[in-house]
């Protein structure tokens, strides 16, 4: 009789829904479809989003009373249905620590481990080799397998920590959900996102003042979740003159609102492997985004425009070129929507997963 593999996933379940989150809902549907898998899932999802905000009390005591909490219960699964392999994200900081314990955890008990890089802060902080650095080096030394989501942080990690079995697997998305791809032209830019300072919202709408003068037929959507204290300092320090804001959204309508735009743009400061340049890929949208984390590695080969961070004066300049080309755009759209279908979808990057755990069996 055929034995299904038995994994464990030490993730955050949503809510809150974030990047790492919405990754498990994706794959949790394909495991279930697939009827390959046992599954089960230590939820690591923090009390709140950063974006409500999180008192020292919060980071540090509760946090550490979770880790604690989360140990027995990994004790109690392999005590109970030992998993074949166990698969741990994480987002760096100070859940490092938890990560680390469990990892000591499963090679006590002898499970094998993969240790999922899910942010892309790995080759700078290695670089300035801070304490966040020394401990997820501790953390990877101690996993089986050690899976990295862009090229910087596997090249990082193989430069670094040469002894630690490290690869390098893409994020996935599934497009079955996704609505049908919009021809028609809306002369509309979107971001999507955290409405915080680190995604470059502020660069953004600095830069959006100038393309606005010149092009005021055009109008720039954002869409996502702020703080009532944040949006107003952003009102009362930047135009919002062609600002269409449309808060936070379902996922539905997030997508339906991308798909009727015609640029997105994330000039965000850090990112691991952005899901919504995954969706804005998928709906063969032209992309400007920030070369950090995945970015580059997915906007490869001419499917999107490269901006540096922190560059109100470059995200003007690749808006407006993109604005007054319409052959570009649709040659970038189309460009990355192919790479999309070759490389990230669900089921290619799954079978990139089970070649990984069946090499740890």
């Keep these: 009789?055929?034995?299904?593999?038995?994994?464990?996933?030490?993730?955050?379940?949503?809510?809150?829904y974030g990047g790492i989150g919405n990754w498990?809902?994706?794959?949790?549907?394909?495991?279930?479809?697939?009827?390959?898998?046992?599954?089960?899932?230590?939820?690591t999802a923090p009390i709140s989003r950063n974006l409500d905000g999180r008192s020292l009390w919060q980071r540090v005591v509760v946090q550490g009373v979770q880790m604690l909490s989360k140990r027995r219960e990994l004790n109690h699964l392999i005590s109970n249905n030992r998993p074949d392999v166990?698969?741990?994200?994480?987002s760096g900081q100070l859940a490092v620590i938890r990560d680390i314990l469990l990892l000591k955890t499963a090679k006590e008990k002898g499970v094998p481990t993969v240790y999922h890089i899910r942010f892309g802060r790995i080759k700078e902080i290695a670089q300035k080799n801070t304490r966040e650095w020394k401990l997820i080096s501790k953390a990877m030394l101690l996993a089986t397998e050690v899976m990295?989501?862009?090229?910087?942080?596997?090249?990082?990690?193989?430069?670094?920590?040469?002894?630690?079995?490290?690869?390098?697997?893409?994020?996935?998305?599934?497009?079955?959900?996704?609505?049908?791809?919009?021809t028609s032209s809306s002369k509309i830019i979107m971001f999507l996102g955290w409405v915080i300072k680190t995604k470059g919202i502020e660069e953004l709408l600095l830069a959006w003042e100038k393309v606005y003068k010149e092009n005021d037929d055009w109008r720039l959507r954002i869409v996502g979740p702020a703080k009532a204290e944040y949006l107003d300092y952003l009102k009362s320090h930047y135009s919002f003159e062609g600002v269409l804001y449309e808060g936070e959204k379902s996922h539905n309508e997030a997508m339906d609102l991308l798909n009727s735009s015609e640029i997105f743009i994330l000039p965000s400061y850090t990112e691991g492997f952005p899901n919504?340049?995954?969706?804005?890929?998928?709906?063969?949208?032209?992309?400007?985004?920030?070369?950090?984390?995945?970015?580059?590695?997915?906007?490869?080969?001419?499917?999107?425009?490269?901006?540096?961070?922190?560059?109100?004066e470059e995200i003007a300049i690749a808006l407006k070129t993109l604005i007054a080309d319409d052959g570009r755009r649709r040659t970038i759209g189309n460009n990355a929507y192919r790479k999309l279908c070759n490389d990230y979808t669900i089921e290619t990057v799954f079978d990139r997963y089970m070649q990984e755990w069946k090499k740890l069996l």
């Design 24 to 43: 498990v809902l994706v794959l949790k549907k394909h495991i279930e479809n697939s009827n390959r898998i046992e599954m089960n899932v230590i939820d």
């Design 1 to 16: 009789m055929y034995k299904k593999m038995h994994l464990c996933f030490v993730a955050p379940v949503p809510p809150p």
């Design 86 to 90: 166990i698969h741990i994200t994480t």
């Design 276 to 312: 919504a340049v995954l969706e804005a890929m998928a709906l063969s949208k032209a992309i400007i985004a920030t070369r950090v984390g995945a970015i580059p590695d997915m906007l490869a080969e001419n499917c999107g425009v490269l901006i540096n961070i922190d560059d109100p």
């Design 148 to 182: 990295a989501i862009d090229n910087t942080t596997y090249n990082a990690i193989q430069q670094n920590l040469p002894t630690v079995n490290v690869v390098c697997v893409p994020n996935p998305i599934d497009i079955s959900n996704l609505p049908e791809t919009a």
